[in-house]
């Protein structure tokens, strides 16, 4: 019998077992895969930005009840995610506010965790997939059931993430178990994940990057904007700016609404002052082409695609543009806008937009209303966060708040 049973050896089931674990609690983590944190190891390109000094409620994001965060995500909380990690002998390094285990390996860090989990006499068992959780008539001692065995224990701790990245272990089993124990699950989608899209000429642009703000639409209201690197791509774009609004494309395009994105290339400048700009290369430099002087502002084949798409032939010289043609060519620079065909897979986004609604679950303790002794943590609840360590600290405390609770 177990203190304990953790189904989920990810970033907040691990969180969770070492903050039980250092209490006394006999824990068991049961993880399918064949090794605990596979997703960890991917994170961040291997380098696992796991925390992020500007910790805000704007950065997160719930379906419902978002005052709800509030009691989770603090001004304290990157710091106590850095001491939980300092303590267990990973130091941190920052980059415009993210941080990173020094090492800029994720391996250090999912070895570390692991190491004090197994030391506080904490157990893993891998390759044990979750199939089934019943209460027995007192509601005091669970059974989990795998496909082989079957472990009891007197609490039960929901770690088994989302959907993003099924291959890593996410595949959406959890919601099974918590649906089986009374939640209801919202509507889910990929998040932080690039955009298709379908434009006569863009394959041209893979490869290309460009730097830009970008604002979201849903037929003809706005959802969100973010500034950054866009990233081209054969399919559509990427980048850290696309990810940070894939979610709304999601929900957007499931509810059959139609999405555009529009690409502001000079965020800088007013359209006025662009043609300004332009208006006084025509007098300086005129006799160039058109092409080889947007070329000094954009990546010459982004400034191709522009020139195309506002009807302006390549290689006309500068000062050969008529005013119109001029202010049509502003116009495509500051906002170029294409329809949104889908968002990439779950097998390509990096966390799960919706899942279980915070109201469900006592955010002091991180267990559930509707199954006393249930506790459930990380990306399965209805949160999601932008690029930037901010998914993972949700993990973090999630996990340990219930491990401290239990």
């Known amino acids: 019998m177990f203190d304990v049973i953790i189904v989920g050896g990810g970033a907040s089931g691990l969180a969770c077992g070492i903050e039980a674990a250092r209490r ?236 555009t994105l529009t690409m502001d290339f000079f965020p800088d400048f007013s359209a006025r002052h662009l043609r300004h700009i332009l208006q006084q290369m025509q007098a300086d430099c005129g006799y160039r082409g058109i092409q080889d002087i947007l070329s000094g502002f954009l990546p010459e084949k982004l400034a191709v695609f522009l020139i195309e798409r506002a009807g302006i032939p390549g290689r006309l010289s500068c000062d050969s543009l008529t005013s119109e043609q001029l202010w049509t060519l502003v116009q495509i620079c500051k906002a170029t806008t294409i329809q949104i065909t889908g968002v990439n897979s779950f097998d390509q986004a990096q966390v799960t937009a919706g899942g279980i609604p915070l109201k469900e679950i006592d955010l002091a303790t991180m267990e559930s209303k509707q199954q006393p002794g249930c506790y459930l943590i990380g990306e399965l609840l209805d949160v999601d966060g932008i690029c930037g360590g901010y998914n993972l600290m949700w993990a973090w405390e999630t996990g340990r708040r219930a491990g401290r609770a239990i």
């Open 24 to 259: 006394g609690k006999r824990c068991l983590i049961l993880e399918q895969k064949e090794k605990p944190g596979k997703k960890l190891y991917a994170t961040g390109n291997g380098k696992c930005n796991f925390a992020n000094r500007n910790v805000e409620p704007a950065a997160f994001h719930t379906t419902g009840n978002p005052e709800l965060l509030s009691g989770i995500v603090t001004r304290e909380l990157c710091r106590q995610t850095e001491e939980f990690f300092r303590e267990m002998g990973i130091p941190s390094v920052e980059r415009q506010g993210c941080l990173y285990p020094r090492s800029e390996q994720a391996a250090s860090l999912v070895r570390a965790m692991e190491q004090v989990f197994l030391k506080e006499n904490g157990t893993i068992l891998c390759n044990e997939r979750v199939e089934d959780a019943t209460w027995d008539a007192s509601g005091t001692v669970v059974t989990v059931l795998t496909k082989e065995n079957h472990y009891r224990g007197k609490k039960l701790v929901l770690a088994a993430g989302g959907m993003a990245a099924p291959g890593l272990g996410s595949d959406g089993s959890g919601y099974t178990l918590a649906k089986a124990m009374g939640h209801t699950i919202t509507r889910c989608v990929p998040a932080l994940c690039g955009l298709k899209c379908r434009e006569r000429g863009w394959n041209r642009l893979q490869g290309v990057r460009a730097k830009g703000r970008v604002s979201l639409w849903q037929d003809r209201s706005s959802l969100a904007e973010d500034s950054g690197e866009i990233q081209f791509t054969q399919y559509g774009v990427s980048g850290i700016v696309i990810f940070n609004l894939s979610r709304y494309a999601g929900f957007g395009l499931s509810a059959k609404h139609k999405i």
